[in-house]
Nanobody
Framework: QVQLVESGGGLVQAGGSLRLSCAAS????????MGWFRQAPGKERGFVAA????????DYADSVKGRFTISRDNAKNTVYLQMNSLKPEDTAVYYC????????????????WGQGTQVTVSS
């Protein structure tokens, strides 16, 4: 069983930055894909970014490309999402997720989820 715990959310002004962390435990993650998804009120949970743990190959949603960076620290079993140039439309609950499949953007490919962390961007 994979356990994921997110942290780092908060309130920030537009144009600001936040770094989210996802501490992972319970498995050896070398074959996993780690992802970040977000869900705004009244909307479906959508893909933000994903990274292959073994190769660090990353994929991003078009809406965050160039502003967000996903990375991982093998020694700490932690995945990060660095968010720069934040916009009010980035406001959402951000979820960390883990998948044993190849790099994916599909929510149902991810079998383990964290509890989520709120990010609010004021205009």
């Amino acid at each position: 069983q994979v356990q994921l715990v997110e942290s780092g959310g908060g309130l920030v002004q537009a144009g600001g930055s936040l770094r989210l962390s996802c501490a992972a435990s319970g498995r050896t993650f070398s074959r996993y894909t780690m992802g970040w998804f977000r869900q705004a009120p009244g909307k479906e949970r959508g893909f933000v970014a994903a990274i292959r743990w073994s190769t660090a190959y990353a994929d991003y949603a078009d809406s965050v490309k160039g502003r967000f960076t996903i990375s991982r620290d093998n020694a700490k079993n932690t995945v990060y999402l660095q968010m720069n140039s934040l916009k009010p439309e980035d406001t959402a609950v951000y979820y960390c997720a883990a998948s044993r499949d190849v790099l994916s953007r599909v929510r149902t490919d991810f079998g383990s989820w964290g509890q989520g962390t709120q990010v609010t961007v004021s205009s």
